[in-house]
């Protein structure tokens, strides 16, 4: 058994584990590293680091109950439920002690875990999962020392599944380690590694030396590679290892999504899993179910997957146990992996936790980040892939995406070039559901929810805060990594800094939730008309800028429309002038005109405008009054915008792409 003390800086040996002194082969195959001053991992670290990868319960002692992150007072009121104090020192305190938590799920593939919190001579006993964290009473461990001493002794004597520890996995054999992290220099012989950079990138990244192998037994039904999603075929074993995470969430609970690069040795191939606990419920469906909808839908379509911006599943569902089970196992649920910590917090809570269970989902594809874009014109290119897949999934399945955001839109290097892909479908619902009030569990990316969501987060969702959220992305990304007007001062820079946190991080002002307030500046940009940013050069002929306004003035005339301006007490303010017709010239750089004819055909939208013709933002309403209906009922406005700004040549290329202007505060 490996413990886990009181560090202040968690993050400084989170690349670096050291293994336990505990010599047994679980152990063996893990290196001592630290960094030196080049940033290199291969000297031999003199000093003992943590090993959130191997610990196996965390024991946190505070020597002032001042700085504790729990009360250490027995709560005697049934009805007083919350350990929680509120100080600022003691508030930091439990963020560092949830961060501790944090890592340790991240570095392993875990159930739950138990944690021993010690604040001078009280101790309590906190088991957590991902649906939160229950813990004892505090109790005396020196004059009541047998409480303390029974839970170790039996924690001792757990099989690592009841430590916790995810039975469908196991450390990889030296040889298996070995072999997969060198993959990254391997794997590029290949026509595929060759093509596609990405998967070479993400084996290096999951070799990281110091980050353990781990060999995942993943028992479904498994398709080929020219058909997605097989559900005819019988359940099948494959073990595909895996080493440090692509991605990892940095929440204790909740859907604990973590990507993985991942690697057959079978097939020999690389895929992308995605590992995370979905929420049961009545109308909350699986990614898995969601994905199996939007295929069927589209099969008539006969068009790789990539093509139409969706990714190709190869595997997944519900994490099946090992060996293999009966069919009448797969049909129970007692073999699956819940979680239990809602049994307890359910009892007298007025937000009670869903249960979570655990599921995985193989895809094919290992795809670049939406900020790993090359220019502007890629970027917008990807964007319109994106819509396109929206558009389908909307019209051909009924299924609305609900968390349109720059970490869900993929770059897809194909033989045909980029292509934008719209990923994780977890918090997707059918059209039937979206009307139902019942809060089961949080939606959509604050940063790029619609303006009228953040201020009115029980009305039912809309086609259209799934379209402005495409918007939110594209302001997004070119604040952050193209040069604009605040790009070459300073002083302006930093001010865009911090107007850029207010606007996309900040929360709504209690007020706005009954009148359009000006300090909520999402919105009040929105009903203005006004373009977020606008990018250099400083043209009138710039496409991405008139693009930008185009969004901004269609946006405004929705949130002008009598379906939302019977939610505000309030009317808007005044429309800003329209802007002056543009000429298209001849198209240029790789529109997908494949996915867009696709949306033409299935969703009977009429043909886009041709080189050479001439178009408009939406017009300018002469009237006070507002609008009988709004321009988004359906995907067409936005994406002829997205389309109108593609074909146009010239400008493109001056547009340039730089470094993260906006760091994290």
């Known amino acids: 058994m490996s413990t886990a003390k009181r560090q202040e800086d968690p993050s400084a040996s989170v690349s670096n584990p050291v293994p336990p002194s505990d010599s047994s082969p679980e152990h063996s195959n893990v290196e001592i590293s630290s960094r030196n001053a080049e940033g290199d991992t291969d000297v031999a670290s003199p000093v003992a680091q943590m090993a959130w990868a191997f610990a196996e319960l965390l024991i946190e002692v505070k020597d002032s109950k001042y700085k504790a992150p729990f009360s250490t007072r027995v709560i005697k009121d049934p009805a007083y439920r919350s350990a929680m104090p509120a100080s600022q020192d003691r508030m930091l305190a439990r963020g560092r002690t949830t961060r501790y938590w944090v890592e340790i799920f991240n570095h392993q593939h875990r159930q739950h875990m138990f944690v021993v919190s010690i604040i001078c001579n009280m101790a309590s006993l906190i088991y957590l999962d991902q649906s939160g964290a229950v813990y004892t009473q505090p109790f005396d461990y020196v004059e009541e020392p047998v409480a303390l001493a029974t839970f170790l002794y039996r924690f001792t004597k757990m099989s690592p599944e009841e430590r916790g520890h995810d039975p469908t996995t196991s450390l990889a054999s030296e040889s298996e380690r070995d072999v997969f992290r060198e993959l990254w220099r391997t794997y590029p012989d290949s026509a595929i590694g060759r093509r596609n950079p990405a998967p070479i990138l993400a084996l290096k990244h999951a070799g990281t030396p110091g980050w353990p192998v781990y060999a995942l037994s993943i028992y479904a039904s498994w398709s080929d590679e020219s058909k997605s999603l097989s559900t005819d075929r019988p359940f099948t074993l494959r073990r595909c290892f ?3 995470p692509h991605y990892m969430s940095g929440s204790l609970t ?8 991942a690697y057959d040795l079978v097939d020999e191939r690389v895929m992308y899993i995605k590992d995370s606990w979905r929420a049961i419920s009545e109308d909350v469906s699986s990614e898995y179910d969601n994905y199996r909808r939007i295929y069927g839908r589209l099969a008539a379509l006969n068009a790789p997957f990539h093509e139409v911006g969706l990714l190709a599943v190869l595997a997944g569902g ?21 979680t239990r910590a809602q049994e307890v917090l359910n009892d007298g809570l007025s937000t009670a936790p869903l249960m979570r269970r655990h599921q995985r989902l193989v895809f094919k594809e290992v795809c670049r980040p939406l900020e790993d874009f090359k220019d502007a014109h890629e970027l917008c290119d990807v964007l319109l892939h994106a819509l396109c897949a929206h558009s389908l999934a909307w019209g051909q399945a009924d299924i609305m995406h609900r968390d349109v955001s720059a970490s869900n839109i993929l770059i897809c290097d194909t033989v045909d070039g980029p292509r934008g892909v719209l990923a994780d479908w977890d918090l997707a619902k059918p059209k039937n559901l979206l009307s139902n009030q019942k809060a089961t569990q949080p939606s959509g990316t604050w940063q790029f929810l619609s303006a009228l969501r953040q201020c009115f987060p029980e009305t039912p969702w809309q086609l259209s805060d799934d379209l402005e959220s495409f918007m939110h992305v594209l302001n997004w990304i070119a604040l952050k990594y193209l040069k604009h007007e605040s790009t070459y001062e300073d002083e302006r820079i930093k001010t865009q800094c911090r107007w850029f946190h207010d606007v996309y991080d900040a929360r709504a002002p209690e007020e706005a939730t009954v009148k359009m307030d000006e300090r909520h ?15 250099c050069p400083l043209r009138p002929d710039n496409p991405l800028n008139i693009l930008l306004r185009s969004l901004a003035q269609l946006f405004q005339e929705h949130y002008q429309s009598d379906e939302i301006q019977t ?12 802007l002056e017709p543009v000429t298209l010239a001849a198209p240029v ?3 997908n005109l494949n996915v867009l004819s696709l949306v033409y055909e299935n969703l009977g939208l009429s043909p886009f405008p041709s080189a050479g013709t001439t178009t408009r933002a939406p017009p300018r309403k002469t009237k006070k009054q507002p609008k009988a209906t709004t321009p988004l009922t359906n995907h067409t406005p936005i994406i002829r915008l997205f389309h109108a700004a593609l074909v146009t040549p010239k400008w493109w290329s001056n547009i340039e792409k730089t470094s993260n202007q906006v760091p994290s505060w």
């Open 521 to 535: 500046i999402k919105l009040n940009y929105i009903v203005a008309g006004k373009p977020f940013v606008t990018v």
């Open 589 to 591: 750089g790789p529109t």
């Open 318 to 338: 519900d994490v099946q146990p090992t060996p293999e089970p009966t069919a009448a196992d797969r049909c129970t649920t007692a073999t699956l992996q819940n």
């Open 242 to 244: 895996v080493g440090r």
């Open 567 to 578: 939610i505000w007490r309030t009317p808007p303010p005044q429309p800003s002038p329209t």
């Open 254 to 261: 909740g859907r604990g999504t973590r990507g993985l690069v």
